[in-house]
């Protein structure tokens, strides 16, 4: 960067004497464009960040969202910035009381309930900050809606198992004992930790390595068998059952889950 003047002009108005200074100007513009790189990489991102990234004012107003806030919610960016928390956090979240705890505490994380465009409950697990800068706070949200049906459908499934009136045992290729429910616990007599110690040899007096290898070759080219068995309790005494073994591959680990009559 150059600046200068002149100091003498000739009769016929050339320039003759000129004064200036000459800076270098170099490491402000490497410093600038370092600035301007850095500005894109955190807008590139915001905007392809995989979860959902909503900044909000001191009273909950929205003022600025990425993609993944409007994947989620079903709002564009405009309709989002013109919203409040209250009108997408369900109201019995508490959403009041919830902002208010969280500008007081700095820092609040956990899973809520959101109430999207078309009225459908969403899931998400959120982390939120409070004055990133004066007046701005972060909250950061994954959409958990999916996972949570599922892990709310396992829980179901599990509640029925234990609540089964039939004993139901998990056994793999090995015969060893991978999982129980409590009515077949109680059948035979043990804790689940002492039968998961065992194997199938312990408890069927007519299992053989042989006839379990049998077995599963059946069960792998039919999918379920039943057959008649003996059992011996934990405390010796004998019973006659009827054992339904059907054949499970479950994220590429094969199972019997034999129901026990």
């Not at 915001?46 to 004012?57: E, P």
């Not at 009381?97 to 459908?120: C, P, R, T, Y």
Request: glycine content about 4%; hydrophobic content about 40%; aromatic content about 10%.
């Amino acid at each position: 960067l150059s600046r200068g003047k002149v100091s003498k002009w000739s009769a016929t108005g050339k320039p003759l004497i000129m004064s200036g200074t000459h800076t270098d100007i170099n490491e402000q513009k490497l410093a600038e464009l370092a600035l301007f790189e850095n500005r894109l990489r955190l807008q590139a991102i915001f905007d392809n960040a995989i979860n959902a990234i909503i900044l909000a004012d001191d009273y909950g107003n929205y003022i600025e969202s990425n993609p993944a806030a409007s994947r989620l919610l079903g709002y564009s960016r405009e309709e989002l910035i013109k919203l409040n928390a209250s009108n997408v956090v369900l109201p019995q979240e508490n959403p009041t009381n919830k902002w208010g705890e969280f500008l007081k505490d700095k820092h609040q994380a956990g899973i809520i309930k959101l109430k999207s465009k078309d009225s459908k409950v969403k899931t998400a697990r959120y982390n939120a900050v409070a004055n990133i800068l004066p007046g701005l706070h972060l909250s950061i949200l994954e959409d958990i809606t999916e996972k949570q049906l599922v892990e709310n459908k396992l829980e179901l499934t599990r509640f029925s198992v234990e609540h089964s009136i039939d004993p139901i045992f998990w056994l793999n290729e090995r015969g060893e004992f991978t999982d129980i429910n409590q009515v077949g616990l109680r059948l035979l007599g043990y804790e689940m930790l002492k039968l998961q110690s065992l194997t199938i040899f312990n408890i069927d007096i007519k299992a053989t390595p042989e006839n379990w290898e049998v077995l599963w070759q059946l069960l792998r080219e039919t999918g379920y068998t039943t057959f008649t068995t003996i059992f011996k309790k934990q405390n010796g005494e004998i019973i006659d059952v009827e054992f339904t073994a059907n054949y499970i591959c479950y994220q590429e680990t094969e199972y019997v889950c034999a129901v026990v009559r």
